[in-house]
């Protein structure tokens, strides 16, 4: 029945009075007459390294993981943690080279950075650009997929439910990045709580199917009863290469995923931006450990649904159709709705937590980028309060029209996790070519950073397009396409990145070379080979993560 008990509703008060009551602590303690544009969107010196990683993983995780990635569960297998467990090792990397240099050049923004290293040309159009990319593809994502969940599971209409989460996420913006960052706090703990419970019931109910009960013992009859589900990297005729292309997860186009998202992205790094280096790198590392405990979370409950859905127990079969087909992205609600009063309270508490925190700390980057990047440039003497005061309307600006355009995008149909993975894959190559590049070749130039962002994103809609005209044409596509399930022709998407980025790079060193030759100067960051040294601490928790994936992924290769 999707209807929550009066006592699932008490835990899912708790929650709602303990984030709020601590936002408005965290507001009222950390206030102060002085505060200003920094404090508000970066909450400088405000946040420790254990608030960093939480905020890190309270924005990442959200109804595309658990909605869209327990649904990769249930088609896929375990394959789909690779999104997870690349982001482990990716936030390493982030750590030690790309924060020394934000933090080194004073830098607070993604735009704020390609001004300083290219100029305002390349700024302003990339600040556009990510401000609808953040709002029309991100923020509605989260909320309407969020919004579909949570009326699946409590029965409450779809349209209160957008509008509940939308507003509780603006009341927890509005207090700046320092109450978002330590509510953060409380979110993941109702997140991985939450989600544990859900984990832990899911993977017993399979057990207890099978006449035994435990989680190891149910652990041990998934493996047994759906071990294509547990294969890390697959082979060129799995029906998933497509969506996870073989040993691409490993040194291929996922890197380009990852670097770009942890990397070269307002939303997230942000988090970083406010802290010195020390706490910086030490809140990163947090959210590395806490990445690895992810698919557990969001990826075994897809996969125990599955063979639920196998057996058809407690009609999972039926519940599972959507017009006649079977829907993947069900799989996590109707988990959800088997719960026992209480703990369906808490893990509904658990997916809230999540989608509430994602959306605040999108719109949160959303205000950031208008203010600083867009808005401050119009208006150069502009006071700081003032800039805190448009941070504040732009907040209720994007959420407003994120609600009033989320229903129709076509996002439900898509699925929340390829509808977002397939709209930023298009530019990310590029992005990430101009600030890799723009970082560490002082030779860079901006007009080979406008050929990455521009050129980029022509070349991946020309590899998406090319195997289909191809074949058209009568001829045998190249080795890298394979046939989808329409049984036409296309280049897995991660592939298609890979080859992207490396021609923006060529591309970009051969303009840059020639611009050079013509003595165009080039304005280069401060770098040096120091900055790159990390703590005994560090290091060993670098070690300890690095250890822990090779491990995972020799297990399940």
């Known amino acids: 029945m999707n209807r929550l008990t009066n006592g699932d509703w008490i835990v899912f008060a708790i929650y709602f009075v303990v984030v709020a009551s601590y936002g408005l602590w965290v507001y009222w303690r950390k206030r102060s007459a002085e505060a200003g544009s920094k404090d508000y969107f970066l909450a400088e010196g405000s946040l420790t390294w254990w608030a960093i990683g939480a905020s890190l993983i309270a924005s990442n995780i959200s109804a595309e993981q658990f909605i869209g990635m327990s ?24 750590a030690i080279f790309f924060i020394p240099v934000y933090l080194k050049n004073k830098i607070f923004t993604m735009p704020q950075f390609l001004n300083q290293r290219y100029n305002g040309t390349v700024a302003m159009i990339m600040a556009i650009f990510w401000l609808l990319l953040y709002v029309v593809v991100n923020l509605t994502s989260i909320l309407y997929l969020g919004a579909l969940a949570v009326s699946a599971i409590s029965d409450v209409s779809l349209t209160a439910c957008i509008w509940g989460m939308a507003v509780f996420a603006v009341i927890i913006t509005l207090g700046g990045m320092k109450v978002i960052g330590y509510t953060d706090v409380i979110q993941v703990f109702f997140l991985i709580l939450g989600g544990l419970v859900t984990t832990y019931i899911a993977v017993n109910l399979v057990a207890e199917h099978y006449g035994q009960t435990g989680v190891l013992n149910g652990l041990n009859i998934m493996k047994d009863q759906a071990g ?45 931006l406010g802290a010195d280096l020390k ?73 809230t937590a999540a989608v509430v925190a994602s959306l605040a700390g999108k719109a949160n980057s959303i205000a950031t980028i208008f203010t600083l990047d867009v808005y401050k440039k119009a208006n150069p003497k502009m006071s700081d309060k003032k800039m805190v005061v448009v941070g504040k309307i732009t907040v209720c600006v994007a959420m407003l029209i994120a609600i009033l ?90 592939d298609r990145m890979g080859f992207v980025f490396l021609i923006c790079v060529i591309g970009m060193y051969i303009i840059s070379m020639i611009e050079n030759a013509d003595g165009k100067k080039v304005n280069g960051l401060e770098v040096d080979p120091s900055m790159f040294k990390t703590s005994k601490g560090f290091a060993i928790g670098t070690l300890l993560i690095s250890g822990i994936l090779v491990a995972l992924y020799s297990m399940f290769w």
């Open 405 to 494: 355009i989320c229903r129709h995008l076509g996002i439900d149909k898509k699925g929340g996790f390829q509808y977002i993975q397939e709209y930023t894959g298009f530019v990310s190559p590029g992005i990430f070519a101009m600030f890799i590049l723009g970082f560490f070749w002082k030779k860079t130039t901006s007009t080979a950073a406008l050929f990455a962002t521009i050129g980029g994103f022509i070349l991946s809609v020309g590899f998406k397009v090319l195997p289909t005209y191809v074949n058209l044409a009568g001829l045998e596509p190249y080795g890298f396409a394979v046939r989808n399930a329409a049984g036409v022709y296309e280049m897995p998407f991660i």
């Open 71 to 94: 649904g990769s569960g249930f088609k896929m297998g375990l394959a789909i943690a690779t999104y997870e467990w690349m982001a482990a090792a990716t936030l390493i990397i982030v």
């Open 279 to 351: 706490t910086a790198r030490g809140g990163i590392l947090f959210a590395a450990f806490l990445k690895l405990l992810m698919p557990v979370i969001v990826v075994l409950p897809g996969i125990a649904a599955f063979i639920l859905y196998k057996q058809d127990v407690f009609s999972f079969h039926d519940k599972m159709m959507v017009a006649g087909e079977v829907n993947p992205d069900r799989s996590y609600p109707i988990l959800l709705n088997l719960l026992p009063s209480g703990l369906k309270g808490l893990s509904f508490a658990a997916l």
């Open 228 to 272: 294509d589900h547990f294969h890390m990297i697959f082979k060129k005729d799995n029906a998933n290469y497509l969506d996870l292309p073989g040993l691409s997860v490993l040194i291929g186009g996922m890197w380009i995923v990852n670097l770009n998202y942890w990397g070269c992205n307002q939303y997230i790094t942000q988090r970083a």
